[in-house]
């Protein structure tokens, strides 16, 4: 429960340091000409749009990647899989618009929800090519008890149309 809290004070302040950085950008290019910010103000105005990009960045994996789990055997296997999943879908454009041309931050949230929604249909197809039946010792003595269905890449069993990772599964038993 704690880490749930800390994420979301995490991504609540992420939103609101983004939602400040665009304020101020969008000003910026309001009331300055392009090439004052430029030349003369050079320095903060690079500063600010370094310090935007690295934080949409962290805030649009966070968004996307959050509680997705991969056993680190198959880290490069997935990384890889996610990297072709967001080349394909051509979203990466659209979510620096959303911040440094429409400054409209709902706009980049929906963007990062529709490619997390992709990232975790290739991953339930990944999962499902990877998956096996555990047969544990209630099983094996009671054929009456069904296998459960285990993934090794995310170290989850498959329960109530959701994966739950081994630790939440061993509280069920």
Excluded at 63 to 83: G, N, S
Excluded at 142 to 152: F, H, L, R, S, T
């Amino acid at each position: 429960m704690n880490n749930i809290n800390h994420d979301e004070s995490k991504l609540s302040s992420m939103r609101n340091n983004m939602q400040k950085l665009m304020q101020t950008l969008q000003k910026n290019k309001e009331q300055v000409p392009a090439e004052l910010l430029q030349t003369k103000y050079r320095k903060g105005y690079f500063s600010l749009i370094g310090n935007l990009k690295q934080l949409s960045s962290d805030y649009a994996c966070f968004l996307v990647l959050h509680d997705i789990r991969i056993h680190r055997d198959y880290l490069d296997e997935v990384t890889a899989l996610i990297k072709r999943r967001i080349d394909t879908t051509g979203i990466l454009p659209q979510l620096s618009a959303a911040i440094f041309q429409q400054y409209d931050l709902n706009q980049f949230e929906a963007l990062a929800a529709s490619l997390r929604a992709e990232i975790k249909e290739e991953l339930d197809f990944f999962y499902g090519r990877r998956c096996c039946l555990f047969f544990s010792e209630e099983c094996l003595e009671n054929p009456a008890i069904p296998p459960e269905i285990y993934c090794p890449v995310n170290g989850c069993f498959w329960l109530d149309g959701k994966w739950l990772p081994v630790k939440n599964v061993e509280k069920i038993f």
